[in-house]
């Protein structure tokens, strides 16, 4: 197979993110759609010409599409990514994987059973300098892994403007995903316990039931403690829409990770900005940074039939971690998860 014909599962902001990736990527070419609302969709014909499907099942009986990404909203995401793996497609799926660690696994054990590849799209492996970490730290090389701190925090423009569906989910688990995955693949280590607290108010005022603010304390197997931490109520007057910071301190090393300037500030008489640019750009009318990187990585390891960088397993891991944080911030209590494991 010289070139992979993509199925896209949902038609916003991210997925056209992707298309405009698959569009322009030589091995790839997005070969349908499908949206809840097939009729409401517009501006999809500059990714190419590829038809627009109410029904997913319809989606995934063409020929054509020989992968499917998914890019719903996150509750959606198993079971779109489960209906393509049954009908033998590979998936890319938004992160987080899913929101429940039982559909997480359930995905990981469909895609096995059916020999096809999943991945999530963690694509901040692609950022260089995260990357680099990780580089620099394999192997030991930086000493035993001894505390992290990940920030990643938002304007309050994103669960009240940018997502419809903000109840349905939280601040770290739309949030934290990314940061735990780098953490850890950097450390490579994994959870065991959890305790997690969370602030209500300001978004509850506005009819949002979900947290302000989460933060959360894990224990890694090695003995390592991560602090991780995600809120949705910054002012929209912040000049950056994320605030997003990370830090690795290793027994030999600490390394800090810095993505709110993102190397420009343009100013003009209008306003102050930090365009964002490492995730998302163009460079050349072609898309870059390391979404591109990420989505290109796929495609290559579906038609090369190449494990993916970021492994099943691992994105199972982090919603084992994600739905755990969810669920000590309700109860109050920590959650053992060598406990879950076992069980």
């Known amino acids: 197979?010289?070139?992979?014909?993509?199925?896209?599962?949902?038609?916003?902001?991210?997925?056209?993110?992707?298309?405009?990736?698959?569009?322009?990527?030589?091995?790839?070419?997005?070969?349908?759609?499908?949206?809840?609302?097939?009729?409401?969709?517009?501006?999809?014909?500059?990714?190419?010409?590829?038809?627009?499907?109410?029904?997913?099942?319809?989606?995934?009986?063409?020929?054509?599409?020989?992968?499917?990404?998914?890019?719903?909203?996150?509750h959606a995401h198993a079971a779109a990514a489960l209906a393509a793996i049954e009908a033998g497609k590979s998936v890319l799926i938004e992160k987080p994987l899913a929101t429940t660690a039982d559909d997480a696994r359930r995905i990981r054990d469909a895609a096995r059973s059916a020999g096809v590849t999943a991945m999530t799209l963690y694509?901040?492996?692609?950022?260089?300098?995260?990357?680099?970490?990780?580089?620099?730290?394999?192997?030991?090389?930086?000493?035993?892994?001894?505390?992290?701190?990940?920030?990643?925090?938002?304007?309050?423009?994103?669960?009240?403007?940018?997502?419809?569906?903000?109840?349905?989910?939280?601040?770290?688990?739309?949030?934290?995903?990314?940061?735990?995955?780098?953490?850890?693949?950097?450390?490579?280590?994994?959870v065991v316990e959890v305790y997690a607290t969370a602030v209500h108010g300001v978004l509850r005022d506005r009819g949002i039931e979900t947290p302000d603010a989460v933060q959360a304390q894990l224990r890694l197997a090695g003995g390592a403690v991560v602090t991780v931490e995600a809120c949705w109520i910054y002012p929209d007057t912040f000049p950056?829409?994320?605030?997003?910071?990370?830090?690795?301190?290793?027994?030999?090393?600490?390394?800090?990770?810095?993505?709110?300037?993102?190397?420009?500030?343009?100013?003009?008489?209008?306003?102050?900005?930090?365009?964002?640019?490492?995730?998302?750009?163009?460079?050349?009318?072609?898309?870059?940074g390391s979404i591109a990187g990420a989505v290109e990585h796929f495609v290559d390891a579906v038609l090369d039939g190449t494990p993916p960088i970021v492994s099943i397993d691992s994105s199972v891991h982090v919603t084992e971690v994600l739905a755990a944080i969810d669920r000590s911030w309700r109860s109050g209590r920590p959650v053992d998860l060598t406990v879950e494991s076992n069980s």
């Open 240 to 288: 950056t829409m994320t605030d997003s910071f990370l830090e690795l301190i290793f027994s030999d090393a600490v390394i800090h990770l810095d993505r709110k300037h993102e190397q420009i500030e343009i100013a003009t008489h209008e306003s102050f900005a930090y365009p964002r640019n490492q995730l998302a750009g163009r460079v050349g009318g072609k898309p870059s």
């Open 1 to 74: 197979m010289d070139q992979l014909g993509m199925g896209i599962v949902g038609t916003g902001i991210m997925a056209r993110q992707h298309a405009a990736v698959l569009a322009a990527y030589h091995r790839s070419r997005v070969a349908g759609w499908s949206s809840r609302d097939p009729s409401a969709v517009t501006g999809l014909d500059e990714f190419g010409p590829a038809p627009v499907h109410g029904d997913l099942a319809e989606l995934l009986a063409d020929d054509a599409v020989g992968a499917v990404l998914v890019a719903t909203p996150d």
């Open 123 to 190: 694509n901040h492996r692609w950022v260089p300098a995260y990357w680099q970490a990780h580089e620099r730290a394999a192997g030991g090389a930086l000493g035993a892994p001894v505390l992290a701190y990940a920030r990643k925090n938002d304007t309050i423009y994103v669960p009240t403007q940018m997502l419809d569906w903000a109840d349905q989910t939280s601040p770290s688990l739309f949030l934290s995903g990314h940061d735990l995955d780098l953490i850890l693949w950097c450390f490579d280590d994994h």
